[in-house]
């Protein structure tokens, strides 16, 4: 399986994530900025983790009703952004704990688990990823690891998910001119994964213990997490700026 987390594990997830989205929102105030995603204001934020959560929501319910960009402007214009960002995200919970594990809906990433068990996973990764852009708006830096709430066992899974569904896509700048290869190390697990680097769309690989890769990225799991998702100070590799090769918002 893609994930060894469970739908629980991973709305359990998504639900510490909204606490914090939320704390770290409210004490930045709507109109500071993020530094974690540049020309965007809190408020900006809100509106589109809100969207999200609802055009998700929408999906596993047959994704008749989607209209991101009504749902992106009723954020914007909400007198109470934080209580409109709660009532989706509760929204959300309930649908996934209601949907059947055989449901037929939209998934978009490689190595993807089922559809209720995706959106459970993407939903708790995208609310944690930008939970973190909150708390980066009231730092006014992006958060250093041991400053976040994010477990181990949740930025593995986040970096599993990025490097084996969202890397892979066409869509991503990742090449190189002569094939190579980078590994993620963490230094707190036993899972390394393995990026093939070419003139194509990369190849990746998870692997139980050491593989052999010309560039290797270390760190904590949570260190790593917010690197390649963005969200940290440093996102230089040895191929070039993350920023520009895997833009992911």
């Known amino acids: 399986m893609p994930t060894e987390l469970s739908v629980a594990d991973h709305l359990e997830g998504l639900r510490e994530a909204m606490i914090a989205f939320v704390r770290y ?3 930045a105030g709507l109109a500071a900025d993020v530094p974690t995603c540049p020309g965007w204001t809190v408020r900006d934020l809100v509106a589109h983790q809100g969207m999200v959560h609802r055009w998700a929501a929408d999906q596993l319910q047959g994704g008749a009703e989607a209209d991101p960009e009504v749902w992106a402007a ?21 649908t996934i704990a209601r949907t059947p594990d055989d449901v037929e809906a939209l998934v978009f990433l490689q190595d993807a688990p089922p559809p209720r068990a995706f959106w459970a996973r993407r939903q708790c990764h995208e609310t ?4 973190v852009d909150a708390q980066a708006a009231a730092l006014g830096r992006a958060p250093r690891a041991e400053e976040t709430w994010i477990p181990a066992a ?9 490097v084996m ?6 869509k991503y700048r990742l090449r190189s001119p002569s094939p190579t290869t980078l590994a993620v190390v963490p230094s707190d697990a ?9 003139a194509d769309p990369v190849v990746s690989s998870r692997h139980t213990g050491p593989v052999a890769a010309e560039h290797v990225l270390e760190g904590t799991a949570t260190e790593l997490y917010l690197r390649l998702w963005n969200r940290a100070e440093e996102t230089r590799t040895p191929l070039g700026d993350w920023r520009d090769l895997v833009a992911v918002v």
């Open 74 to 94: 009723e954020g914007s214009a909400e007198p109470d952004p934080l209580e409109w960002l709660r009532d989706g995200v509760v929204e959300l919970a309930q």
């Open 190 to 198: 036993d899972v390394w994964w393995l990026m093939e680097v070419g």
């Open 25 to 27: 929102a409210d004490r």
């Open 128 to 131: 944690t990823i930008h939970a």
């Open 154 to 162: 949740l930025a593995l899974d986040g970096l599993d998910e990025l």
């Open 165 to 170: 569904g969202n890397v892979p896509r066409s």
